[in-house]
């Protein structure tokens, strides 16, 4: 249930909130558009108003703080702010737990996978208000600092806030409006408003309806009348405080603007079906008790002591506390586990009964009778002794059979008897104590007023169920004096919230006499209503703790009410559902039945309700933390960024999937950058506002290619998985409502750079005008730092949380390999020489090596090893390991020895070693690779050639080196002319690529335009990587290859569009882009555009071939039509449906007269039409007549069957597919009739 804070409220004090009119909201617009029926407004477009008058008081506060901090007027006292953020902290935190309590649950119920999501952001909310208020309640001095990092965490908060109530208006909401009938939603939000806490609501509703504009206002009221029960007490008391109507602590903003709707409106209060009655606000001055006209004397009847109520609640307690600790005995004798749900009931209701006691002595009496007296301890205490016992309980009943019964007998007892004696010690404290001290200091009246006060705590339905409960324990002049206190205490205003909780008291009551005629001298519900003909004849209070078959019929709403509402929830039914079913058990003691005699008043209904899960216990125990704990830590630590995912992974097993997760450590390092260096943008360094508008730019781009890996690979593959659905659909709303904080961080950073250039240039006259509005915009990017850093840690904190688990629990290695691969497949060369160096530098060497050696794993089929350590000097040394020689045939004999050096202990000489083997030590290490069986085939194969021709091939490596040393003496030998791709444009470049300079051989020093032209007048291959020099071709120097031109006179004249510093490659035409995993130059736009890398196949595809057959390493092979390496070729290659691979342009000749792989004989597309005319040849075609009866024996090549066909000397049909495909293994000589047989 929805609890308050003690430290929240003042007794008696005001609290000041934002007034006025707001844009109306449109419910039929964009996400809200499903609110709206046909007929009428959906009951959950109450919500929507509540989200407006929440963020109005945010931006309020926020506006209000900024005004404090820039030295503006308007910001108000610090008094006045903390009192309106106490205000919102309570409000907001009673309409999360509601939400928690009724709402999630329900959902939850028919759409699984939504409402846990939003119960965490609910904690993370409370972290924010708890760290805000931390600074509020420090001593805050006027320096602009405290002021500025006041509006930068409420900036903070308000981004938080608002973003959880859009997701939920376009996730939540709709599900709500689609998955429950217009009666089902009624019920769920009257369910919500009864779990908020009495005193509350009469703020809540009155601070609404100010909050709305008149329009909005009236549709509120419209589907009010649709949520509440049509009984005329509840909508007096529900509507009482909507228009207004004062209680204590009300606050008078609040009542103003009430009282002036009230008289603007017009309309009056439907307190029936039928008719209206007039304005809350007026008729609770005519509606009053008529307590003076009964003529009672209260001054002869009351007690002098009503703070000794006190200990009538410290029995009951003490006696249901005794029961339960009995009852657990009862169940270790009797060893009987098989339904403990009666004794969990029991324990859930006493538990909400001593909570919510706990937190009405801290909030309203301890406060009044001793500012420093305070229980708050033992009262938390408590609250976690019975959230532990209900544990163990909750583990009873799943463990079942495989429990072991002595253990579990003996802590039962053993948790009974402890909160037994705790509580015990708890209350005679508390009876020594305070009650002394407030029967000294308070008159009789103040005492009243506290008792009364402490009860509004408790929310409606809790109330509906505990009166009775408590009545019951008591004597009848307890009882009597108990309510006769109630009575005299309550404001005038409460008439008929008063009478409501008299005739839920006198349902503790078995017998016929009404206990407030008695308490006050006549029955208050008769009292107030006059007659009973105004409302729905009710039958008796107390009868409604019967059953539903035992009511009687007069009870039942009419039938057009029963068309529109088949859920009765306000049709004089009290104590129902798990707790108040308890209640009506040990009140009633037998099922006798009570006559209709005593307090007619109307039961909520909600206790009935079986659209949710109660989980008030859990609910109140958490708003006690919050309340009274100060600054709880989660371990996202929004304000302190020192988590350690190390720590969370502790006793589980290393995941692939858990090192992608490494990014949120470095994406929180980053964050926490943003949010402590936004604070020097005051300064006006520019030099600093470059810099710091560098790291943000470098955090922006590598969190959107995470998100984007997220949004595309992981949350598709977890909502793959049938019982995970909806899972990710709250965190893809986090990522654009992320995108869009980042935007907005960027203009605000352009912005303020150009105020800085303008104080540069500004006259005197302006520059303080220019200067304030400087202020103004760093203290409004400060905040929106904060913003950023909060809500992002908040979403990765609640991915690690929530989704982490899941891929344990569903996914196995091989499958989380393949998802890490998936997002390293579609990453960019570009992205990655950013994010890893970032990353790492944000991680332990341990968590490094592990992070390393998860991507190798992954990509373990090629180069990214090759690649990595090319341009990386900080690649771990423990996870460095040598490419697999496979892995090198793309690059050459020149690289051999760089790729396979430590690759294994198998022999791996170098070039330099050759000269110094003779022959037979040669041979011998020939015949110890050859019987290597640990060595792959196609590796050895490489080896023993390599080995067999490697005097030839060194003879070869040394020459050229050779001449090149030869030809180094004078530049005039290298042809240092430019060449040209269009010689009358004088365009520059070659037949094979636009580019403007010459690439120096490395091999023969000679200079040449690309590597196509050096082999192709060469007898050897250029190693292109090798390249270290390069010439202008302008100015025709020779210098460090690079992207551009060196040379003064040039003036950076680029050398192509393109460059690759890897590949040594250069194009000033096409689109190219670096894959890190083929370690090549390819055409296209670049991985995760246009096309992604497969793992498996180790070839670059198109993303519309995303759901491709693998093969792997399926590129590494010849073209098998033209024999060329189709890994490394710069010709476009075609992917057949069974696998395999050749050039387009092979394809294209291959085709015009085949249709079969030329490797694996597969039709190499669909034939269909093709079959279908060899259908229509065959038919009209007649075979001699020793050949028609004759039967062949074939096997299909499509789908490996075997069959029999009837004979013909060139087209054979499968009898199964209808393929031509096949070929025959077996002619029949003997005639007959074919008949195709499955082998």
């Known amino acids: 249930m929805a609890t308050p804070f003690s430290s929240l409220e003042t007794a008696g004090g005001c609290v000041a909130v934002m007034a006025g009119p707001l844009n109306p909201i449109d419910p039929s617009t964009s996400s809200k558009s499903c ?17 407006k008058a929440i963020r109005a008081e945010l931006d309020a506060l926020h506006r209000a703080a900024v005004a404090r901090a820039t030295n503006r007027d308007g910001g108000g006292d610090v008094s006045s702010l903390l009192q309106r953020y106490h205000f919102l902290r309570t409000i907001y935190k009673h309409h999360c737990n509601a939400e928690d309590e009724v709402i999630f649950p ?9 409402a846990h999501t939003y119960f965490l952001e609910h904690e993370g909310e409370s972290v924010l208000f708890d760290q805000l208020f931390e600074l509020l309640n420090s001593k805050m001095e006027d320096e602009e600092s405290c002021w500025r990092e006041l509006a930068s965490r409420t ?19 709709p599900l709500l409006a689609e998955k429950f009938t217009f009666e089902e939603q009624a019920s769920l939000v009257w369910q919500f408003l009864c779990s908020i806490p009495v005193d509350m609501m009469a703020e809540f509703l009155p601070w609404l309806s100010s909050s709305i504009s008149s329009e909005e206002h009236q549709d509120m009221r419209k589907c009010l009348c649709k949520i509440v029960p049509k009984e005329k007490l509840l909508r007096q008391v529900i509507f009482g405080w909507m228009e207004g109507v004062k209680m204590p602590g009300t606050c008078k903003n609040c009542k103003d603007n009430s009282k002036d709707r009230c008289q603007t409106s017009g309309s009056s209060i439907l307190i029936s079906q039928t008719e209206e009655g007039p304005c809350a606000c007026v008729s609770s001055k005519a509606g009053k008790r008529k307590q003076v006209e009964i003529g009672y004397d209260h001054a002869n009847s009351a007690v002098s002591c009503p703070i000794d109520e006190i200990l009538l609640w410290h029995n009951a307690i003490r006696q249901e506390l005794n029961d339960i600790a009995e009852a657990a005995r009862k169940i270790q004798l009797a060893g009987d586990f098989s339904d403990l749900s009666e004794f969990n009931k029991r324990l859930q209701f006493i538990a909400e009964v001593c909570i919510f006691h706990g937190i009405a002595e801290d909030k309203v009496v301890f406060p009044a009778v001793d500012a420093e007296l305070s229980f708050a301890q033992e009262h938390a205490e408590e609250v976690i002794q019975f959230n532990n016992l209900r544990c163990l309980i909750e583990s009873i009943q799943s463990s079942g059979a495989n429990s072991s019964s002595a253990q579990f007998y003996e802590e039962l007892c053993l948790h009974a008897d402890h909160i037994m004696d705790s509580i015990q010690k708890h209350f005679h404290n508390e009876e020594s104590q305070v009650i002394p001290l407030a029967r000294r200091h308070f008159s009789p009246q103040r005492q009243r007023e506290l008792m009364y006060q402490s009860l509004l705590v408790m929310p409606l339905k809790l109330i509906e169920c505990v009166l009775p409960w408590l009545v019951g324990t008591l004597s009848e002049e307890e009882a009597r004096l108990f309510l006769q206190n109630m009575q ?20 503790g009551r078995s017998t016929d006499v009404c206990l407030s005629s008695i308490a006050i001298g006549s029955c208050p519900a008769r009292a107030l209503n006059g007659t009973q003909k105004d409302i729905i004849k009710p039958s008796c209070a107390c009868t409604s703790l019967c059953s539903a078959e035992e009511r009687p019929a007069a009870v039942q709403e009419d039938e057009a009410d029963n068309s529109r509402r088949p859920f009765k929830r306000g049709n004089l039914v009290s104590c129902e559902g798990s707790d108040a079913t308890y209640c009506t058990r040990k009140l009633n003691g037998d099922k006798s039945s009570f006559s209709n005699q005593s307090c007619c008043v109307p039961g909520l209904g909600v206790n009935a309700s079986n659209l949710g899960v109660s989980n008030s216990l859990a609910a109140s125990k958490s708003l006690r933390s919050l309340a009274f704990n100060p600054a709880p830590s989660l371990n996202s630590s929004l304000f302190s960024w020192e988590t350690d995912l190390s720590s969370a992974e502790n006793g589980f097993v290393s995941r692939p999937i858990d090192n992608i997760f490494k990014f949120h450590k470095a994406i929180r390092k980053d964050l926490e950058y943003l949010d402590v260096e936004s604070g020097k943008l005051n300064d006006c360094n520019e030099s600093f506002i ?70 540069n240039t500004t006259n005197v006259s302006h520059i303080s005008d220019t200067m304030r509005k400087y202020n103004e915009k760093a203290t409004k990017l400060q905040g929106m730092c904060k913003s950023i850093r909060v809500t992002l840690d908040q979403h990765v904190y609640r991915e690690e949380l929530e989704l982490w688990p899941l891929f344990d629990r569903h996914f196995s290695v091989e499958e989380q390999d393949r998802i890490v691969g998936q997002i390293i497949g579609t990453t960019g060369a570009e992205v990655l020489q950013s994010m890893l160096p970032w990353v790492t ?30 341009w990386w000097e900080g690649t771990p040394t423990s996870s460095v390991h040598a490419t697999t020689s496979e892995s090198c045939i793309s690059l050459g004999t020149d690289d051999i020895h760089d790729s396979i050096d430590h690759s294994d202990k198998t022999f791996k000489p170098g070039w330099k070693d050759i000269f110094r083997m003779n022959q037979n030590e040669l041979e011998g290490e020939i015949r110890k690779v050859s019987r290597d069986s640990t060595l792959d085939p196609r590796r050895k194969a490489y080896l023993l050639q390599n080995l067999m021709t490697s005097r030839w091939i060194a003879a ?57 032209c050096h082999d192709k007048v060469s007898d050897h291959s250029m190693d292109r990587k090798a390249t270290a020099e390069m010439m202008c071709m302008r100015c025709l120097k020779i210098q460090p290859v690079g992207r551009i031109c060196t040379t003064p006179s040039c003036g950076g004249f680029s050398m192509a569009k393109y460059y690759c510093g890897i590949c040594k490659f250069f194009d000033d035409e096409r689109t190219v882009y670096h894959c890190p995993f083929c370690n090549l130059c390819r055409l296209g736009s670049g991985l995760g555009v246009d096309f992604f890398h497969c793992m498996k196949c180790n070839c670059c595809l198109a993303m519309k071939l995303a759901d491709h057959q693998c093969r792997e390493k399926g590129l590494e092979a010849n073209c098998p039509i033209c024999c060329d390496f189709l890994f490394t070729s710069n010709e476009s290659v075609r992917a057949l449906p069974c696998g395999h691979f050749m050039h387009s342009a092979c394809f294209q000749a291959y085709t015009c007269s085949h249709y079969i792989c030329p490797i694996c004989c597969k039709s190499l597309g669909d034939m269909t039409v093709y079959f279908g005319m060899l259908d229509a040849l065959l038919a009209s075609e007649v075979l001699p007549e020793e050949y028609r009866d004759r039967c062949q024996d074939i096997l299909c090549n499509d789908c490996d069957k075997k069959g029999t066909a009837p004979f013909h000397w060139l087209y054979h049909k499968c009898g199964f597919c209808g393929s031509y495909n096949t070929r025959v293994i077996k002619v029949d000589s003997v005639t007959g009739n074919c008949s195709t047989s499955n082998q």
């Open 35 to 51: 609110l709206k029926n046909s007929d009428c407004k959906s009951p959950i477009l109450i919500f929507l108003f509540f989200h």
């Open 690 to 759: 470059r810099q710091f508008t560098g790291r943000f730019r470098l955090l922006w781009g590598l969190y959107k290619a995470h998100s984007n890996a997220e949004d595309d690979i992981v949350f598709p593959a977890l909502e793959s998985k049938e019982t995970l659905h909806n899972v990710s659909h709250s965190y893809t709303l986090d990522h654009k409502q992320e995108e869009r904080l980042f935007e907005d961080i960027s203009s605000a950073l352009s912005e303020l750079t150009q105020l800085h250039a303008c104080l």
């Open 488 to 507: 005299l205490a309550a404001p005038l205003s409460d008439s008929a919230l008063v009478t409501l909780f008299s005739g839920w008291a006198c349902k």
């Open 155 to 173: 900036r903070a908060l308000q981004t938080s806030i608002s973003q959880h109530m859009s997701k939920e208006e376009e996730q939540v909401f």
């Open 106 to 114: 329900a959902l939850d119920i028919v759409v699984k996978n939504v």
């Open 956 to 1012: 070869q490596q040394k020459s050229p080196q050779a001449r090149t040393d030869e030809g180094s003496s004078g530049e005039d030998l290298l042809e240092c002319v430019p060449s040209f791709r269009d010689p009358e444009k004088e365009v520059f470049g070659c037949e094979h690529y636009k580019r403007n300079c010459k690439l120096r051989a490395a091999c023969c020093g000679k200079l040449y335009t690309c590597r196509f």
């Open 841 to 870: 530098s944000a991680l332990t060497q341990e968590e490094q090596n592990k992070m390393m050696d998860t991507w190798k794993q992954a990509t373990k089929n090629t180069m990214f090893t090759e690649w990595l350590n090319e």
